[in-house]
DNA sequence: CAGCGTATGTCAGGATACTGACATGACGCA
DNA sequence: TGCGTCATGTCAGTATCCTGACATACGCTG
């Protein structure tokens, strides 16, 4: 038999949800004083684990379209965080990378953010944070079958 | 010392984002065939839960602004899935109500829900979904001092 | 070599949620 | 009674992200 959802505070979704959303929030507001949407320093974290990416490639890795990529790519090139090259090395693919500034200003926003997610787990052991995004993994894979 | 994330994959922040954006979209995708968006949804399913909830309730409930649940009551009531007192019996709050099409709709929404949370948690045991579930509010907990 | 499929960058339009603002009604307090 | 505060409903404007579309560039295949 299928069943409802239940009491919202047993369910899973709703819990997830919930999180998120105070994650979300929590790193808006550690972020505002550099004047970084969490979205952008998503994009200058992956750029600098993972110099060189494209637009599209970036947008895969950031969870948002290419079309969103594009104009927060713009953004931050025009405040000189980042810089693309102006012709394709290969097909249409522009590669992009962080400028000195960036790298700066992605410095400081890392160790905000890791802040953040230090007190979100502050409760959790070191076992316990693995044990964690282990789930966490597991459910984003189940669902993208 | 204060560190950065790190190696992405290991990053309890984006692992909490990429399994919350996968039941996103795995939500949105099984509840198109009812023509509801995952915010429909929630309010439906929160209403069904505590009846007579007031615009503002809801919003609070469903972490959207008054505005936005605004919007969303007015499209739900002109499909006919709610009603809303025509005037306040106390305060200025016009308490909400589903009608048999709204529960009808939302015992199917709510199946269908159940059953993505399901596949979401398929490799888990009733015990680990127990736990899981209290780490996410925990998490959301730590989060919202 | 021509054609097809795929990937990328980019432009345009629309949906959704947010912030700001205003009016109204209830309540507490001097 | 009158005033200040708060909560609610609602309107307007804005930001952000999405879908749709188009042109370009590469690789594969007949």
């Known amino acids: 038999m299928t069943q409802g959802v239940g009491d919202l505070d047993r369910s899973v979704g709703y819990a997830l949800k919930q999180a998120a959303m105070a994650l979300r929030v929590a790193m808006e507001a550690a972020l505002r004083p550099l004047a970084l949407t969490v979205s952008q320093y998503s994009c200058l974290e ?67 953010v890791a802040a953040v997610e230090r007190r979100m787990t502050a409760a959790f052991d070191r076992e316990e944070v693995g044990r964690f995004v282990a789930d966490l993994a597991a459910c984003a894979e189940a669902l993208n079958y």
Request: charged content about 20%; proline content about 4%; overall charge neutral.
């Open 46 to 112: 992956v750029l600098g684990q993972r110099p060189g990416l494209s637009a599209a490639e970036l947008a895969r890795a950031v969870f948002v379209t290419r079309q969103s990529m594009h104009a927060l790519l713009l953004g931050l090139e025009e405040r000189g965080l980042l810089e693309r090259a102006a012709t394709a090395p290969q097909g249409r693919a522009l590669p992009t990378q962080l400028t000195d500034a960036g790298r700066e200003i992605l410095t400081e926003a890392s160790a905000i």
